[in-house]
């Protein structure tokens, strides 16, 4: 019912703004961006009587929805974003396998639009498609130490296992025949600098521009007396972060081991081999960690994971479940993990519960950590 209530809002919004009638369906959440504006599309009839997609940007400060783009055929866009003056998007499209095309994997497609006027709209592919999710997301920050006629947005691009890369797409202010000045993108922009080689897990805190990733590395070294002296070969999964200023480059400011049971190493690939496509909060994962971090501006980090740590044994399962075959077999177990940081204190929680069939999100601990 609430769902349907926005959708309502929205379309009444539309309507405000046009003296034509409005048929928007299909709305979907695609995106979030640092000053709480929200990303989506939805699906309307155009004049010839066709069905486009529509792809816009919702203010929540203003209350105002403004159409960004609108494609002349429906496409199964799962994210996207908008720098902070909106004349340029970056979106990803998903392909999924149908009887029509030759695709056997669903591949992962990012796109960049220019939303200038009088500008070449034409999307540009800004890579080839992947079977490996690709997520992409614009840095916010005014920077100064660029010329007053130039402008260097930025936008980072995540692709799941491989990298995550920063891409910047300069616009130039152009002085016109009658003496008037306007901005202009001409589709070149330098090659991309690669900030992490590879990552298990992603995460982008929009409102604080923040990027948080799982990789794996070998464990330092401890000479200790009594503690268990690990295999240079193994990699322990680690969670750092990025902070990304407007003037000042990208810096680490979180480097801390993490406890991952039952997580394949980067080497093995996607221990589920199915994608998790979150837009809001934007992560980058596959369906074998079901982690997520919140946070604020006082320096307080939740981390919040969910996951399946061991099939019970025949001996418990039958003291539990006594002679249900049936439940004995589907029955597992799960662990809630909430670690809270701040100011170098650390608290960790876990409990765990056992499940019959499918399991529940841990979506409950999360409402009580935010509150």
Known sequence: MAFQNIAVKLC??????SKQEITAREWRLIGQEQDGSQMLTWISTSKDGEDVLNIGVYTNKTKTLSTLYTFGHQLNIIQASVNSTQSLLV??????????NEVKDPLYRPFLICLLKGSDKTPIEVEESSKKQIMVQYVYGKSNKYSPGIRNDRFILFKHLECIKIYRTPMFLNECDDGSEKWGF????????????????AQWDCVNQVLYYIHYRQPTQSFAEGEEV??????????????????????????????LPHVAGLGEGAACGAYEDDPVPLRVHDCSVDLQILCDQRGVLCICHHYLYKPLEDSMTSLVLEDSIDLKDSGVNFAYSITLLQHGCVVHSVGSRLALGESKSFAAIIHFVRR
Do not use: R
């Not at 009444?12 to 703004?17: N, R």
């Open 186 to 201: 001409d589709g070149i922009y330098p090659e991309p600098e690669t900030i992490v080689k590879v990552f298990s897990w």
């Open 230 to 259: 690990k295999s240079p070969l193994e990699m322990t999964p680690t969670l750092s972060a990025f902070q990304f200023h407007a003037d000042l480059p990208y810096e680490t400011v979180l480097n801390i081991p993490l406890s």
């Open 91 to 100: 979106y990803v499209e998903k392909v999924l396998p149908t009887e029509d």
């Open 12 to 17: 009444g919004i539309l309507q405000s703004q």
